[in-house]
Nanobody
Framework: EVQLVESGGGLVQAGGSLRLSCAAS????????IGWFRQAPGKEREGVSC????????YYADSVKGRFTISSDNAKNTVYLQMNSLKPEDTAVYYC????????????????WGQGTQVTVSS
């Protein structure tokens, strides 16, 4: 059974940091790209960052470049999203997802999804 389990969300003040984790199981981790997406109330789900588990290539949305860092620990089948300099507009439910396709931030490329973790940034 494929599982993606996010953790690490919470409430933080603007300017603070959080590290999200995505623990994957049930598929060959090295064959997939893992992406982070977020969805704020009343808004569409958007891509944040993704990483290739095979070669470590990464991609970031412009809105998080320089503030967020994605990394992967293949021995633990886990992907992390280090979020620094958080802003109130980063408030959303954050989801991780796995893609057997291209390394892109398109929702339609992703085959498996986690349940999400809430991130709330207060001003």
């Amino acid at each position: 059974e494929v599982q993606l389990v996010e953790s690490g969300g919470g409430l933080v003040q603007a300017g603070g940091s959080l590290r999200l984790s995505c623990a994957a199981s049930g598929f060959t981790f090295d064959d997939y790209a893992i992406g982070w997406f977020r969805q704020a109330p009343g808004k569409e789900r958007e891509g944040v960052s993704c990483i290739s588990s095979s070669d470590g290539s990464t991609y970031y949305a412009d809105s998080v470049k320089g503030r967020f860092t994605i990394s992967s620990d293949n021995a633990k089948n886990t992907v992390y999203l280090q979020m620094n300099s958080l802003k109130p507009e980063d408030t959303a439910v954050y989801y991780c997802a796995a893609s057997a396709g291209r390394l892109v931030l398109s929702l339609y490329e992703y085959d498996y999804w986690g349940q999400g973790t809430q991130v709330t940034v207060s001003s």
